[in-house]
């Protein structure tokens, strides 16, 4: 039988989902750190992608071997497969190409659209029923990105259009919440933790060989460097183990909920490591699209049928 968490493990579960959150928050200016921009180019968005992918995979292998864990069944492994595809390549490709064209704050206005996403795979490729209101808000949602995307688009350059970062932005997101959901298919049966190390491990005939013929053969940066070990060592690895565990100690339905200010903490986050200014029109397209998501999750999961109390 399973027992409801108890307070004191409500609360730690709470500021574990909180600290997971905080860490990916981070990655959008520690990737833009990382690639630079296109008139000052650092590491290229291959590179990181194969480079951080490489060191999570070595200290995924530390931690299987370490806790003596059992190799997924041949079930688990197409769900991993996918999973590696979508966390460990997708979408830090696609978001390291798009963040050399555009600001960290920019590019969390479309990641606040990741729990809705994730919602809208998980009902597609899970076939899970939701409600018109969850469909009506994920399309408000969506209408919300793409007015900021040619909003920002007429600011800079005079006339409306999507960019091609945003596109690629866009991909991320999709690519990210195919992962998440992916995931989710195997986390009962193999355990959170190991679920990221499984698909980091899956990534290493991809990521090793990949870092190496993609290395830089120009000076870099130190930031850069660093930036590349905080996306490989805390944001491909450590922060799951925080935010799983969080997840399984208070409850997903409350600690998911923490999520919601993800795109703030990036926004913020990026003022001192990167100097980008806090823009009123960021934030408010922010605020706009994380109250669609809150009340589009609300709304997420079926009504109970009449009678079922």
Same mark, same amino acid.
């Not at 997924?72 to 963040?99: C, E």
């Not at 795109?263 to 986050?269: D, G, K, Q, V």
């Given at each position: 039988?399973?027992?409801?968490?108890?307070?004191?493990?409500?609360?730690?579960?709470?500021?574990?989902?909180?600290?997971?959150?905080?860490?990916?928050?981070?990655?959008?200016?520690?990737?833009?750190?990382?690639?630079?921009?296109? #008139?000052?180019?650092?590491? &290229?968005? $291959?590179?990181?992608?194969?480079?951080?992918?490489?060191?999570?995979?070595?200290?995924?292998?530390?931690?299987?071997?370490?806790?003596?864990? /059992?190799? /997924?069944?041949?079930?688990?492994?197409?769900?991993?497969?996918?999973?590696?595809?979508?966390?460990?390549? =997708?979408?830090?490709?696609?978001?390291?190409?798009?963040?050399?064209?555009?600001?960290?704050?920019?590019?969390?206005?479309?990641? %606040?659209?990741?729990?809705?996403?994730?919602?809208?795979?998980?009902?597609?490729?899970?076939?899970?029923?939701?409600?018109?209101?969850?469909?009506?808000?994920?399309?408000?949602?969506?209408?919300?990105?793409?007015?900021?995307?040619?909003?920002?688009?007429?600011?800079?350059?005079? =006339?409306?259009?999507?960019?091609?970062?945003?596109?690629?932005?866009?991909? %991320?997101?999709?690519?990210?919440?195919?992962?998440?959901?992916?995931? @989710?298919?195997?986390?009962? &049966?193999?355990? @959170?933790?190991?679920?990221?190390? $499984?698909?980091?491990?899956?990534?290493?005939?991809?990521?090793?060989?990949?870092?190496?013929?993609?290395?830089?053969?120009?000076?870099?940066? #130190?930031?850069?460097?660093?930036?590349?070990?905080?996306?490989?060592?805390?944001?491909?690895? %450590? =922060?799951?183990?925080? $935010?799983?565990?969080?997840? %399984?100690?208070?409850?997903?339905?409350?600690?998911?909920?923490?999520?919601?200010?993800?795109?703030?903490?990036?926004?913020?986050?990026?003022?001192?490591?990167?100097?980008?200014?806090?823009?009123?029109?960021?934030?408010?397209?922010?605020?706009?699209?994380?109250?669609?998501?809150?009340? =589009?999750?609300?709304?997420?999961?079926? @009504?109970?049928?009449?009678?079922?109390?």
């Amino acid at each position: 039988m399973t027992h409801p968490p108890t307070h004191p493990h409500e609360t730690l579960g709470l500021w574990l989902g909180l600290l997971g959150v905080a860490i990916f928050a981070v990655t959008l200016p520690m990737t833009r750190l990382a690639t630079g921009p296109v #008139s000052d180019p650092q590491l &290229s968005p $291959w590179f990181i992608t194969f480079a951080r992918a490489a060191l999570a995979g070595g200290l995924s292998v530390a931690f299987l071997l370490l806790t003596r864990a /059992p190799r /997924p069944t041949v079930a688990q492994r197409k769900p991993l497969f996918y999973a590696m595809l979508g966390n460990a390549i =997708g979408f830090p490709l696609l978001l390291g190409f798009a963040l050399r064209q555009v600001t960290s704050g920019h590019a969390a206005v479309f990641t %606040a659209l990741l729990p809705l996403a994730t919602a809208v795979v998980a009902a597609l490729v899970l076939h899970q029923r939701a409600r018109a209101a969850f469909w009506i808000c994920a399309v408000l949602g969506s209408l919300l990105v793409v007015a900021f995307s040619l909003l920002r688009a007429y600011q800079h350059s005079g =006339g409306f259009g999507l960019e091609w970062a945003d596109l690629l932005l866009v991909g %991320a997101v999709v690519a990210a919440a195919l992962g998440y959901v992916y995931g @989710a298919q195997v986390t009962p &049966s193999l355990g @959170a933790e190991r679920v990221i190390c $499984w698909v980091c491990v899956m990534a290493l005939p991809l990521s090793v060989p990949g870092a190496l013929l993609t290395w830089p053969d120009h000076a870099v940066r #130190s930031s850069s460097w660093l930036a590349l070990g905080y996306v490989g060592v805390f944001s491909m690895w %450590a =922060g799951f183990f925080a $935010w799983y565990r969080g997840l %399984a100690l208070g409850g997903a339905l409350k600690v998911s909920q923490t999520q919601l200010v993800q795109p703030f903490f990036s926004i913020l986050a990026a003022v001192p490591l990167l100097g980008e200014p806090l823009e009123t029109v960021t934030l408010g397209f922010a605020m706009a699209v994380v109250t669609t998501v809150f009340i =589009g999750r609300r709304l997420a999961m079926p @009504a109970r049928p009449t009678g079922v109390k």
